[in-house]
């Protein structure tokens, strides 16, 4: 019944290893998003996809890759893990990406707690 | 550039009111939305707001002054499990980015 799942809750690995996240949603939506939630809580948006098609790609250094395999779908991989990464990656869901304000609010995923070490 | 200012923390207590300001200054604006995140948790949609003026719902309200680049979040007859962070975020002109406030944690006291 989960309308935005992720997979791991919690991801505890080493400097240098490269891991996934995975997203999925069952609301029908067309815009899923990555966030980065740090240590102070700051909320900030990674990336955006619509329909599959990368939207907005923020300043996010060039190890992190999302990848859509269909619109349901949103995974996030990163590659050489540093200590800064730690933080809480949440994704999220939107009807579209429109003008109507209603379409925008999104719906977050429970969170995946990563921390390197 | 985009700047969006909340006070860090509050305090209150059961059954009082408390208004929760945001301040932004963004490069376009689509609209103001208001999300509630208990600790450890996802945040969770509260309210919107695209014109000026007062949105009410139940024991929330979110207020709007695009002139003035503010919005503030009201909430009635607090209840300990209001206590969380609120944060304010707000959707860029063209509808394609979303940037958050750095939240205020709000804290019920009995």
């Known amino acids: 019944d989960t309308a935005v799942s992720q997979t791991p809750k919690y991801l505890v690995t080493q400097m240098g290893n490269d891991k996934s996240i995975k997203c999925e949603q069952n609301l029908g939506h067309d815009t899923m998003y990555w966030y980065k939630q740090d240590s102070k809580k700051f909320l900030k948006i990674m990336f955006s996809y619509n329909n599959k098609e990368l939207i907005i790609n923020e300043t996010v250094p060039n190890r992190f890759s999302p990848k859509s395999p269909d619109k349901a779908h949103l995974n996030l991989h990163i590659n050489s893990l540093e200590l800064g990464d730690s933080a809480v990656y949440f994704c999220a869901s939107s009807p579209e990406n429109r003008w109507a304000l209603a379409k925008n609010i999104q719906y977050f995923g429970a969170g995946t707690r990563l921390s390197v070490l | 550039g985009q700047n969006i200012d909340q006070p860090t923390e509050m305090t209150a207590t059961e059954g009082a009111i408390v208004q929760i300001n945001c301040t932004y200054q963004t490069s376009g604006f689509n609209g103001l939305f208001w999300y509630q995140q208990h600790a450890g948790e996802a945040p969770t949609f509260l309210s919107y707001n695209v014109l000026d003026g007062l949105e009410e719902k139940g024991r929330f309200s979110s207020f709007l002054s695009r002139s003035k680049g503010y919005s503030y979040l009201l909430l009635k007859e607090l209840q300990m499990k209001d206590s969380a962070s609120y944060l304010c975020?707000?959707?860029?002109?063209?509808?394609?980015?979303?940037?958050f406030g750095p939240g205020t944690r709000l804290s019920v006291l009995p």
């Open positions: 975020a707000v959707l860029s002109l063209y509808g394609q980015n979303f940037v």
